[in-house]
């Protein structure tokens, strides 16, 4: 979006509508320390709706923006952004005007971070395909799980799906490769425990319990198909703890085939673990996607259950 300089006032549209306008200022005015920022909003020379604003204030579509500052001066606030290179998503399920949604494949990170530095993610992927840097996703899942993640194109698109993630109003199904065999087929379980993060070595341990608080983990599955070595689950967390499925499928005694982290070992087919995020369903917004299975998984399936 252009900014518009001098004392002509700048409308708000639907892409940063919902962000505060201070957030909003920082990225725009991407040049320029933050304590220049609030000393022009405290001496009104950025006015909102041609009132005096704090910078905590929500924006909204059709908000009115005025710089009451020179040209030269604003020019030198700003700096072109270049959105790195990438490559772009190689499988998207479904894209509209708020939406986009990916079926990422195992081995790519959801998002940058310092583990991930040089290394290509999917957040990268995302925005260079779509050219904004406003765009993220709503949802992460582990490097070496692959399956649905859902990007919001602007402000309000994010903060509504992540408000349904936060009220765990997304229905979430994953296929999981365990092994043992858990039960029958048709059977179904309902796992509840106490989860700790260990940030040193990235593992979580679920321990049983039966008191349920802010540091509980849930997560429910049921049996798809069993072989003499190996259980096809569709799993369901409840929570969204971070290796969640992974930790609380090893607490019971059947890791994910090939999640070495947690005592699984890898097969001829497949060599990290076998869990796929295969349906997301939204159901206020009216909004669900399925994600096809990945071939090295199908393989498994076909070669080992069928």
């Given at each position: 979006m252009h900014i518009l300089y001098g004392n002509t006032a700048m409308k708000i549209t639907s892409e940063n509508a919902g962000r505060r306008l201070d957030k909003f200022l920082f990225s725009e005015l991407n040049n320029a320390p933050h304590s220049f920022i609030y000393k022009m909003l405290r001496k009104k020379r950025i006015k909102l709706n041609g009132k005096r604003a704090e910078g905590n204030e929500i924006l909204q579509i059709n908000d009115e923006l005025k710089f009451c500052l020179s040209e030269e001066t604003l020019a030198s606030c700003r700096k072109e952004y270049e959105i790195p290179t990438a490559n772009p998503p190689s499988d998207i399920i479904y894209e509209d005007k708020n939406l986009l949604v990916v079926n990422k494949p195992a081995g790519i990170p959801s998002q940058g971070g310092m583990k991930n530095i040089g290394k290509e993610h999917l957040l990268a992927q995302i925005q260079y395909y779509l050219q904004s840097r406003t765009a993220a996703i709503c949802n992460r899942l582990d490097v070496n799980t692959s399956g649905l993640v859902i990007c919001g194109k602007n402000i309000s698109t994010l903060q509504k799906v992540n408000e349904a993630f936060k009220n765990r109003e997304v229905k979430k199904e994953y296929l999981a490769i365990v092994h043992g065999k858990v039960g029958e087929i048709g059977f179904f379980r309902r796992l509840e425990g106490l989860y700790e993060k260990d940030e040193k070595t990235n593992t979580a341990i679920i321990r049983e319990t039966d008191i349920f608080d802010k540091n509980s983990a849930v997560t429910e599955f049921s049996v798809l198909a069993v072989s003499s070595r190996y259980s096809l689950l569709k799993v369901s967390p409840i929570t969204g703890r971070s290796h969640q499925i992974?930790?609380?499928?090893?607490?019971?005694?059947?890791?994910?085939?090939?999640?070495?982290?947690?005592?699984?070992?890898?097969?001829?087919?497949?060599?990290?673990?076998?869990?796929?995020?295969?349906?997301?369903?939204?159901?206020?917004?009216?909004?669900?996607?399925?994600?096809p299975i990945p071939k090295k998984m199908n393989d498994f399936i076909k070669g080992e259950f069928e």
């Open positions: 992974r930790a609380h499928l090893a607490s019971v005694g059947h890791p994910l085939v090939g999640d070495k982290k947690y005592g699984g070992t890898g097969t001829a087919f497949c060599k990290t673990q076998l869990l796929h995020c295969k349906r997301l369903e939204i159901p206020s917004m009216d909004k669900s996607w399925v994600a």
